[in-house]
């Protein structure tokens, strides 16, 4: 059974989704026989490499600014239940275009929970500039990938295809806000539910391919 997870660096949801997704699977009495493929989907194309206004600031420029204080403190708090800091008065928004590339070649190396992670709490955490290739290396280092590789395609457009491809694809599929969880190509559900539900998909899923 394949799960694809729609996601972005720049969506603090995803990072809170990453984990409960994580304890959905292990909830699920066949998780060796599930393939999961994570996909690209940038949240801001048309970002540049260069750190603007902060994500709450941001927040205030596409929802009602009276509401944003208490849906940081929303998003703060499902943090917390999850272990992660969100510091959305302190991120940057940026391009992720080269972070996805990079996930590519990290789920080639078979380092892409390693490289996630490096990249959710370097945003998010650390209010790192994840379009700077110094950042994207070290993040890349710490996850165990050939320096040389990644320079390389730092340097060169590898991967850009991939990632074009899944944002295709995501439009095929209904995908349209992350986090996205699509099981064996069904209608995409909402990662960051409570585990127990998105456990609940996994096994549902696994019914109907028993039938079919």
Same mark, same amino acid.
């Given at each position: 059974?394949?799960?694809?997870?729609?996601?972005?660096?720049?969506?603090?949801?995803?990072?809170?989704?990453?984990?409960?997704?994580?304890?959905?699977?292990?909830?699920?009495?066949?998780?060796?026989?599930?393939?999961?493929?994570?996909? &690209?989907?940038?949240?801001?194309?048309?970002?540049?490499?260069? $750190?603007?206004?902060?994500?709450?600031? !941001?927040?205030?420029?596409?929802?009602?600014?009276?509401?944003?204080?208490?849906?940081?403190?929303?998003?703060?708090?499902?943090?917390?239940?999850?272990?992660?800091?969100?510091?959305?008065?302190?991120?940057?928004?940026?391009?992720?275009?080269?972070?996805?590339?990079?996930?590519?070649?990290?789920?080639?190396?078979?380092?892409?929970?390693?490289?996630?992670?490096?990249?959710?709490?370097?945003?998010?955490?650390?209010?790192?500039?994840?379009?700077?290739?110094?950042?994207?290396?070290?993040?890349?280092?710490?996850?165990?990938?050939?320096?040389?590789?990644?320079?390389?395609?730092?340097?060169?457009?590898?991967?850009?295809?991939?990632? !074009?491809?899944?944002?295709?694809?995501?439009?095929?599929?209904?995908?349209?806000?992350?986090?996205?969880?699509?099981?064996?190509?069904? $209608?995409?559900? &909402?990662?960051?539910?409570? $585990? #127990?539900?998105?456990?609940?998909?996994?096994? #549902? #899923?696994?019914?109907?391919?028993?039938?079919?």
């Amino acid at each position: 059974m394949k799960i694809e997870i729609y996601s972005d660096v720049l969506c603090p949801w995803c990072y809170i989704g990453k984990s409960r997704i994580a304890k959905a699977l292990d909830g699920f009495a066949h998780r060796d026989a599930v393939e999961v493929v994570w996909r &690209s989907f940038e949240l801001a194309p048309d970002a540049d490499g260069v $750190p603007g206004v902060t994500a709450a600031a !941001a927040m205030e420029q596409w929802t009602d600014p009276a509401a944003v204080p208490a849906r940081i403190a929303l998003i703060r708090s499902n943090g917390e239940q999850e272990g992660v800091e969100l510091n959305l008065h302190k991120s940057r928004p940026v391009s992720t275009f080269d972070a996805h590339r990079l996930i590519h070649l990290a789920t080639a190396r078979g380092r892409v929970d390693a490289v996630l992670e490096g990249l959710f709490h370097a945003y998010h955490t650390d209010a790192l500039n994840v379009a700077d290739p110094e950042v994207l290396s070290g993040i890349a280092a710490n996850a165990g990938l050939d320096a040389d590789e990644v320079k390389e395609l730092l340097e060169g457009d590898r991967y850009a295809d991939r990632v !074009a491809a899944d944002e295709r694809r995501a439009v095929r599929l209904g995908v349209s806000g992350v986090p996205s969880v699509v099981i064996d190509g069904r $209608p995409p559900v &909402s990662g960051v539910q409570d $585990p #127990a539900a998105l456990t609940a998909a996994l096994e #549902a #899923a696994w019914a109907q391919r028993a039938k079919a």
